[in-house]
T-cell receptor, first 118, second 117 residues
Framework: DGGITQSPKYLFRKEGQNVTLSCEQN?????MYWYRQDPGQGLRLIYY???????QKGDIAEGYSVSREKKESFPLTVTSAQKNPTAFYLC?????????????????FGAGTRLSVL | DQQVKQNSPSLRVQEGRISILNCDYT??????FLWYKKYPAEGPTFLIS?????DKNEDGRFTVFLNKSAKHLSLHIVPSQPGDSAVYFC????????????????FGQGTILTVHP
């Protein structure tokens, strides 16, 4: 089945520790995204990548890092610099299509990773 | 600066009646709008979208209306069913000058819809 796989489903971080969240897609999408969801705040964009070996900061990139070495993979590292990491993290992907095409701008999401601090 | 706002945190509707979820935006450059549905502990799933060249798009029980002059869109669900109970997010994007959008979306805060018997 085609889709986006996030792992692990639950993750715990100790003080001062870096943790990495995995995101893999087999939809052949060029673009991938990381969002953070906090209660009552909707989804906020952390980082996004439009193509392999390239990525841009989103609205709340501080304390996070990413890499995009393969089209299928876009891992997110939550560093010790992120002081409030407890949240639900969502990965998404999309493919750029022409303005006149159908289905433009639709992002498809994984099931999410819930990160908590010990 | 919240460019996309869903001012109703929650909505409670009786089964079989109409659910109307609202969304306002401030960025006049937005030209494509989407609604996503999300269950707890799951990722959002795409529901329906609308381009700024239209004012209505319909898909089964779901209809999205766009009022560009008011910078307002709404999602109508008719008839509402208990399985529709979820969080609904509206999202917006800007198509770049080349006509190809890479799908960078700005989301609202979400509205919790509860459909009761």
């Amino acid at each position: 089945d085609g889709g986006i796989t996030q792992s692990p489903k639950y993750l715990f971080r100790k003080e001062g520790q870096n943790v990495t969240l995995s995101c893999e897609q087999n939809l052949n999408h060029d673009a991938m995204y990381w969002y953070r969801q906090d209660p009552g705040q909707g989804l906020r964009l952390i980082y996004y990548s439009q193509i392999v070996n390239d990525f841009q900061k989103g609205d709340i990139a501080e304390g996070y890092s990413v890499s995009r070495e393969k089209k299928e993979s876009f891992p997110l590292t939550v560093t010790s610099a992120q002081k409030n990491p407890t949240a639900f993290y969502l990965c998404a992907s999309s493919t750029p299509v022409r303005t006149s095409g159908r289905g433009r701008n639709i992002q498809y999401f994984g099931a999410g990773t819930r990160l908590s601090v010990l | 600066d919240q460019q996309v706002k869903q001012n109703s945190p929650s909505l409670r509707v009786q089964e079989g009646r109409i659910s109307i979820l609202n969304c306002d935006y401030t960025n006049s450059m937005f030209d494509y709008f989407l609604w996503y549905k999300k269950y707890p502990a799951e990722g959002p799933t795409f529901l329906i979208s609308i381009s700024s060249i239209k004012d209505k798009n319909e898909d089964g029980r779901f209809t999205v209306f766009l009022n560009k002059s008011a910078k307002h869109l709404s999602l109508h669900i008719v008839p509402s069913q208990p399985g529709d109970s979820a969080v609904y997010f509206c999202a917006a994007s800007v198509t770049n000058a080349g006509g190809t959008s890479y799908g960078k979306l700005t989301f609202g805060q979400g509205t919790i819809l509860t459909v009761h018997p």
